[in-house]
């Protein structure tokens, strides 16, 4: 494997919690994952990208760490953390591991010792420790998860929390938290953990005494591009390994310098998977993309579907094709039916690009969004913070279905969220050797990705209104129609998202041919 890899990858992205339970409690675990590791080689992927698998008191479903080295006992232990590694290496699989910078767990052994120690302590300028503004907090941001972004311990000080408040913001000023952060980084790639997926790598540095009229005091800050290139040097020391930012940026050329060949290799491309599934928009997207990407030399990325969004499938059949962070849309009308076809031709549209895939674990079995699961069930802070207005995101990390007719469909115990009984129709095992399935049709297109897409570029081919169309570098070519008729195709069909009737790609299909 070249030490570029990461360069044309397609990136399966594993929530441990829901991917499949070896020990029958209920929950997602390695030794769960350990057993799937052939199902993932078989799949076609080249690397995993696990979610947290710290230990954590899971307030944000592992995203509040409570100690970076080590492995949540709910998921399993160091050591099987390391012969995971190695196996999924064996399987020719690479691994890239969630690291949280932006802030850690109330109960890290840093942030006890911070309320411990008490104000004005050194312990406390690891994180954001701030006295009230007159009897308040010391200034009005609010959590991204809803409510204020600061809370009051009894001595008196008010700590900063972007998120929840059991998850204490990191104070990037110290420089015990620049050094933690380096040693962590070693800690994973000393035992083979191949990349890093830098989460809310946008928010680093802050400026809670900023005047409130001022540029965003927490998002992509200037500041923030020294820690990164900090992160670089560690990594460069680790021949083939790679960082993957999480960057949420409206703006590509704020975006586009997290990307400087001293910062990360590649970040998630956020505006793709937003994008409506309309010709025009999508055009517009994969251009930028491309513009703001090649002149630095970073691989483009083509994201459809995370833990934190809504499943494609879901999505897709709704009105508005559209994604927005802040307004999920729980419960718009969806068409599961338009739903599929559009996520099967998204999915080829995706892999078809020049760039890395990243796969959410899921969508390659066509899972929708859970939007009825029961209220008191419901696990992600956003639904209490919100006050009970914003579902949050339990509905894309309902854990997958793999064989059977009922719950739990062989994922193991009483699953942590419930399936849906009609989930019988998706599982692994009834997709398996139907082929037309959307896993057969994830598999087909993976064999044939590995073999003629991947890294490079691509020319725009003439096409009728609705339709876009581009050759490869190999020669590939991808044809999608959002219009309204059927158009017409040229050349061998090597895969097709649907049906061609008379030879003809319908609308919502797309086509790869050479
Ligand atoms: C990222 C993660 C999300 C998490 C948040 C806070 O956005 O993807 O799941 O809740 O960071 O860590």
Redesign the pocket.
């Known amino acids: 494997m070249p030490e570029t890899w990461w360069r044309g990858a397609v990136i399966y992205q594993v929530y441990p919690r829901s991917f499949a339970d070896g020990n029958g409690d209920g929950v997602g675990d390695l030794a769960g994952l350990r057993d799937r590791l052939p199902y993932l080689a078989g799949l076609g992927v080249d690397a995993l990208w696990l ?1 947290p698998w710290y230990p954590s008191p899971m307030a ?2 592992g ?2 760490v409570a100690d970076y080295r080590d492995v949540a006992p709910v998921f399993g232990t160091l050591a099987e953390a390391e012969a995971l590694i190695a196996e999924a290496h064996a399987a020719g699989l690479r691994i890239i591991l969630d690291v ?1 910078p ?2 850690s767990s109330h109960e890290s052994a840093w942030f006890r010792a911070a309320v411990a120690a008490g104000p004005g302590s050194p312990e406390r300028d690891r994180f954001w420790f701030r006295r009230g503004r007159d009897g308040g907090p010391p200034n009005d941001w609010q959590s ?2 809803g409510g204020p972004a600061w809370t009051r311990l009894p001595d008196g000080d008010w700590y900063l929390h972007l ?1 929840a408040p059991e ?1 204490p913001d990191f104070n990037w000023n110290s420089p015990d938290v620049v050094h933690e952060f380096h040693d962590v980084l070693r800690f994973w790639y000393d035992r083979g953990v191949d990349g890093i997926r830098i ?2 790598a946008a928010l680093l540095v802050k400026d809670p005494d900023a005047a409130p009229d001022g540029r965003d005091p927490y998002t992509d800050r200037d500041g923030v591009h020294e820690i990164y290139r900090g992160w670089r040097k560690v990594t460069d020391a680790y021949p083939g390994r790679m960082l993957v930012g ?1 960057v ?1 940026l409206p703006d590509q050329e704020r975006f586009a310098r997290y990307l400087r060949p001293d910062e990360m290799h590649t970040a998630f491309n956020f505006d793709f998977l937003n994008c409506a599934l309309e010709p025009d928009a999508l055009r517009k997207v994969i251009d930028t993309t491309l513009a703001t990407h090649v002149p630095l030399g970073a691989p483009p990325t083509w994201v459809l579907s ?3 969004v809504v499943r494609p499938v879901t999505r897709y059949g709704r009105a508005d094709t559209s994604f927005d962070l802040q307004d999920r849309r729980h419960g718009a009308p969806t068409d599961r039916a338009l739903g599929v076809r559009r996520a099967r031709a998204a999915a080829l549209l995706a892999m078809a690009l020049p760039g890395a895939v990243y796969l959410y674990q899921g969508e390659e079995l066509g899972l929708p969004e859970v939007e009825d699961l029961p209220d008191d069930l419901r696990q992600d802070p956003i639904w209490t913070r919100s006050g009970h207005t914003d579902p949050g ?1 339990d509905g894309c990390r309902v854990p997958l279905p793999w064989s059977g007719d009922e719950p739990p469909f062989g994922f193991g115990g009483d699953p942590w969220l419930p399936q849906p009984p009609d989930w019988k129709d998706l599982t692994v095992e009834a997709q398996d050797a139907d082929p037309g399935s959307m896993l057969s049709l994830y598999r087909d297109a993976l064999a044939l990705r590995r073999e003629h897409l991947g890294d490079g570029t691509l020319t725009w081919l003439p096409s009728a209104d609705g339709v876009l169309a581009f050759a490869r570098d190999s020669g590939l070519t991808c044809v999608l129609n959002l219009g309204d008729a059927p158009v017409p195709l040229t050349g061998e069909v090597l895969l097709a998202s649907g049906p061609l009737p008379d030879g003809q790609l319908p609308p919502d299909t797309a086509a790869w041919l050479r």
């Open positions: 979610n944000d479903g995203y509040d949280v932006n802030h991204i998860f998120f998850q989460d809310s999480e949420w995370n833990h934190d995101r």
